[in-house]
């Protein structure tokens, strides 16, 4: 495994890079406050493949975007694409989880051609939203980036106590926690700081309604493979899941045991049944 940098019009962004060089391409994209290291379980188990685990924008390594523009999920998709465009990559796999697999599912309705087989772990689609909550979350939005409060971050004094204020919004196993957080720090005076962006925690304007999401998720062509675990988190339910899956052209649906990082936690479950779908299928 090496660190790369990408240089593309939006700024450098940083990835991990494993596997065979001249394997299949293979792009991962990871979900929302996490970076490229929760595929590193996942890497071995892929090793066939020349896979490169993106740092989306103010997540890692990558740089923040410019003071003064968004975090527009509709951007993130355009990151992806100048990440492939930087690796010479006319198509790849796509693979992404939470946040990673709703842009990986954008992303392959919007330039098909770009992209081979799409696996989604934990997500077909993004968010949602009902229309008639459109005004007061835009009002909600807008008052946030209005009052926001520029201080600096305290550090934090531990590797440690970062890894426990993790593991308090988000249930998952301690090693897992760590791999993330980790890629997540730079040294400071007096501890450490995180990398992240804070502008990453800020509401959205707008989301997309749920017939519009779904619309999307029918337009995407590339087989598809979603992956998903049980129980289920509330943000994407059984019912859900069952009823965007049902939309693809050429999908099928896994649901194992696990919690929402369980690509992390059971690499050497999930990973063999990635790896069967992208070589056979």
Known sequence: MQE????????????????DPQGAPLLALHGWLDNAASFVPLMPQLAEFDLVALDLPGHG???????GYEYSFFDWIHDALDALDAL?????????????????????????????????IEALGPLAGAAETAGERLRA???ARRTAAQRPRKPIDSIESAVRARLAVGDMRVDAARLIV????????????????????????????????????????????????DPAPPYFTPEMREARAAKLRDGRCIVLPGG????????????????????NR
Do not use: Y
């Open 141 to 143: 939005a807008i008052t």
């Open 4 to 19: 790369i940098f990408l240089d593309t019009p939006r700024g450098p962004l940083a990835a991990l890079r494993a596997g």
């Open 260 to 279: 929402h990082h369980l690509h992390m936690e059971q690499p050497e479950v999930v990973g063999p049944i990635i790896r069967e779908f992208l070589r």
């Open 88 to 120: 010479g990559w006319p198509r790849a796999h796509l693979l992404g989880h939470s946040m990673g697999a709703a842009i990986a599912t954008m992303l392959a309705c919007a330039a098909p051609d770009r992209v081979d087989k799409l696996v989604a």
């Open 61 to 67: 390594a990558s740089a923040h975007r410019a003071p």
């Open 182 to 229: 980790e890629r997540n720090l730079e040294k400071v005076a007096g501890g450490w700081r995180w990398r992240s962006d804070p502008r990453l925690v800020l509401p959205s304007h707008l989301r997309i309604t749920d017939e519009a999401v779904v619309s999307i998720i029918a337009a995407v062509e590339a087989p598809t493979l979603l992956i998903a675990a």
